[in-house]
């Protein structure tokens, strides 16, 4: 994976790579890995917030 994109005139050499898996390399996209980090963390958050609505947390039913 390019750490700077080739679509945002990234390098393409050694310096400018990061080994990633496929699923992360095309969620990636083209974007900044801080962008990247933002962009999970927003799912993240979102998840954890719906899961504590619903009161269910992976394979456990939480009683509250």
Same mark, same amino acid.
């Given at each position: 994976?390019?750490?700077l +994109?080739?679509?945002m ?7 400018? /790579?990061?080994?990633t898996?496929t699923?992360c390399?095309?969620?990636?996209g083209?974007?900044? +890995? ?10 993240? /958050?979102?998840q954890?917030i719906?899961?504590?609505?619903s009161?269910?947390y ?5 009683d509250?």
């Amino acid at each position: 994976d390019h750490i700077l +994109p080739l679509a945002m005139n990234g390098d393409d050499n050694v310096s400018n /790579l990061q080994c990633t898996c496929t699923a992360c390399n095309l969620f990636k996209g083209s974007v900044l +890995p801080s962008d990247f980090m933002e962009r999970i963390t927003e799912i993240f /958050l979102y998840q954890m917030i719906r899961n504590k609505a619903s009161g269910y947390y992976g394979n456990l039913y939480i009683d509250y």
